[in-house]
């Protein structure tokens, strides 16, 4: 081990569920109790964290903490400049690791699956500091519990898809999954309310929004809405008709 790794603190990836206070694990609580940095990751349309206000009351209470803004991007591979953004982050994390702290990053529901953190972890891979990533409960799986839906059993299948992909592979999912998980869908949501519709899978659809927040909305006549603006934090959870 070099002088820099033992010097260096752990960078934590912390999955910190989607808003309900009490889906948080205990590694994360534990991880939050102990870390001296936070960063808390905002999109460029929006000023406040979630995952920050879910993670702040475990927080020590002389804790940093460090926003970070990062474009929402499919990924950063053909776009430099938004590259640089990722790297100027990622260089900011390094700076406090190797001044020794131990620094966390908090994710809505689980930082593996569809998180900025992702980008993150890629970046730091080769940096030779110490990375944990602590699983979370995400959003379509707390949202399922909490509205008391099964999502799946037996021999069905279920496809995970963002609204923002290409509407023929949405289609597609629709109609090979038992069950579908459409995330995202403050993007696209007139088409994929047309897509419903159209296979007659809007009576047994739901949709939420801000699922464990205090505004919370559960929604199941999803066509009257299909005009509205939808809270980035939404997602539909669909079964395929069987009629
Ligand atoms: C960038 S992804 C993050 C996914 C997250 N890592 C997870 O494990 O659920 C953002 C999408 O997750 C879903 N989401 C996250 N939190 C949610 C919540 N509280 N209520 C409803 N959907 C949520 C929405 O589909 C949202 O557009």
New binding site residues.
Partial sequence: MTLTEKTTGTFYGI?VG??DPELLTVKAINALKKIDVLIAPKTEKKDDSVALSIAQPYLKSDAQIVYQTFPMVKDFADDNEVLAVFESNRDEILQLLRSGKDVGFA?????M????YIYIFRLLKDSGVNVETIA?V???L??ASQIGRPLVFGNDIITIIPATANLDAINHALDNSDATVI????KNFPEIVDALKSRNMLDDAVL??????DD?KIITDIAAHKDDSLN????ILTRRSHD
């Fill in positions: 999955g989607t808003g994710t809505i529901g689980d930082p699956f569809y998180s900025t979370g995400p959003a379509f707390a949202i995330m995202k869908v403050y939420v929004s801000r699922a464990g927040l919370e980035y934090l939404s997602t």
